[in-house]
């Protein structure tokens, strides 16, 4: 790391810099001073082992590091290179500017120093960096620890037997207690839990046994996960912790469906089936001041929209924006317990099933996908075999290998629709034990019913249908489209012709519906096309989730307790 990469953003904390433009990086003209807010700083970033474990070979001969400041003392070589990068920006931070706070570095469990005998990935627990083995003097502020600590990863949380051991006071395993208790036991220096977090994206990324999922968590759900952990956190001891984070992150990547998207356009739209974007107790919702639709059972946002679809059952509505693909059908006579609405969508040339399997559903025009509404409980959007990405990426090429390889999978107009799923695990060997855990994937594609809308009292973020006044209402996120990029208008091309996720232009898609009440046979046209005008910049609004309230109702306390405690009153 060059000498002003190292001190730059020293300078831009006390309003002393000049950054040149550079795509991709921040730039600009620092001038003010904000020092005075400064509680401490975290250097780095959660190591990758193997960069760890490099730095350890290449340079044998440099454990030690005697500064002005900071040394080692029976450090690694990666050790002493976090030692002298820290010593050097107190150096500066104290000649430049007289200035000093307290330091640490950002560690994660995957580098810690415990030994995780359960884990399933060898790359999880094979390096350590232990920064008790950097030392400081002439630092009044001192040094204190950092770590990154999130319930569902790595996966030795959710096997390792003796954290799996430890309970709550409501008797259910609490294995994110039990590793904070472990990390204590390490380190004497006062410990800062400097990330944590559950997202609230429609997909998810991986699971915790204590059920605190890397996302498809309900934005209600989420504040009490955080206030579950600020309470693990404070009963363990620790000087404190920093919930990631306080705002939602529309640029972020997720590992499971980071193949599906375009990496230069995602900050242009919202992708709610990515984890990454969804960690904010504060939401950034398409639209200048409200979104679209609310599938909420109100239906008067559609008041003045002109029909996709008219048939001899009623009328069909599409709009659009940022994040989702909203539908609302409003049908003559129609039963929402009982009848079954299929509504067939045509989003790609050339491809698409013109019946389904039972030959009780035939189409006009080849379907990519279908949406089956059969009341609140069983509803699904499927997609056609032949253009099933999830199928495509990680079935056929084994990735998942405990999943079967379907049939006709590269056959065009097959008659096969499939469930929508969503990979959150691979196939894994639990470390001392031997047991087997299959891969995982659940149904992305069942659609939830609920209230969406964030004003009324019922609200559930992962809410995608509603019925009311006559009419169903549904959004459908771009990415269950196969939309790589809805801002740019670009989709999936045939990746089983070209074996490769290649994105493609599209003006518009056809839709058309029909219900019926006696599974008897239906024949529907895709009589509708819906289009929309491309956009360079996004719209959006702020929205404070109910996790925000959650948290501030729940952090009050503890400045109660602390007051009581002062006082001399018992808790």
Partial sequence: MGQRGRLTTVDVIHGNAVIPESPGKASGTYRTDVSRWMAGWIVGIEWDPNLVINTDEQHPDMRDYDGNYL?????????????RVGDALIDHETEQYQFQVPLAFTNWITTDPLSHPNEPHFDEDKATVNTENI???????????????????????????????????????????????????VHTLPMLVAEFGIPTSRGMGHESVMGYNQGHVDENAQG????????????????????????????KRTWNNVMFDIADRRPFWSNIQTT??????????????????YPDGDLSEWDNAEATVTNDQGDLYVRSDERYVYIMVKAKDYD???????????????????????????????????????????????????????????????????????????????????????????????????VEVPDKAYETGKLQYGNGNPESEDYASLTDFCYG???????????????????????????????????????????????????????????????????????WHERLKPSYYELQKYLQTYRDNEKNNKKGVTK
């Fill in 71 to 83: 040394f080692t003392q029976s450090a690694t070589p990666f050790e002493a290179f976090l030692c």
């Fill in 135 to 185: 030392k400081f003097r002439n630092f009044d502020p001192g040094m204190f620890v950092s770590y990154h600590i999130y319930p569902y990863y790595p996966d030795s949380l959710n096997y390792q037997e003796d954290y799996l051991s430890n309970k709550d006071s409501e008797g259910k395993v609490d294995t994110y207690s039990a590793y904070l208790k472990d990390l204590k036991l």
């Fill in 224 to 251: 009490a996960m955080l206030t579950g952990m600020i309470d693990s956190i404070y009963d363990t001891g620790y000087a404190g912790g920093l919930v990631f984070t306080w705002q939602d992150e529309w640029f």
């Fill in 276 to 293: 990454e974007q969804c960690f904010g107790i504060l939401a950034f919702d398409p639209g200048a001041k409200y979104t679209v639709s």
């Fill in 336 to 434: 929402f317990n009982n009848d079954t609405l299929y509504i067939p969508i045509n989003t790609i040339s050339g491809q698409g099933n013109t019946k389904a399997p039972d030959d009780k559903l035939t189409f006009d025009e080849g379907a990519d996908f279908l949406i089956k509404l059969h009341g609140a409980s069983d509803s699904h959007i499927y997609v056609d075999r032949y253009y099933d990405a999830f199928n495509y990426h990680f079935v056929e090429s084994r990735i998942l290998s405990d999943f079967p390889v379907l049939k006709d999978s590269d056959k065009k107009d097959s008659g096969n629709f499939d469930e929508m799923m969503m990979c959150y695990g691979y196939h894994l060997k639990v470390g001392g034990t031997g």
């Fill in 469 to 539: 006044n006559g009419g169903v209402e549904l959004r459908i996120p771009w990415q269950l489209l196969n939309v790589m990029d809805p801002s740019s208008k670009q989709q999936m091309g045939d990746f089983q012709e070209e074996q490769v996720f290649t994105p493609q232009d599209f003006n518009a898609f056809d839709f058309g519906f029909a219900y019926t009440s006696d599974d008897k046979a239906l024949s529907i046209s895709l009589s509708g096309s819906y289009t929309y005008d491309e956009w360079t910049i996004p719209t």
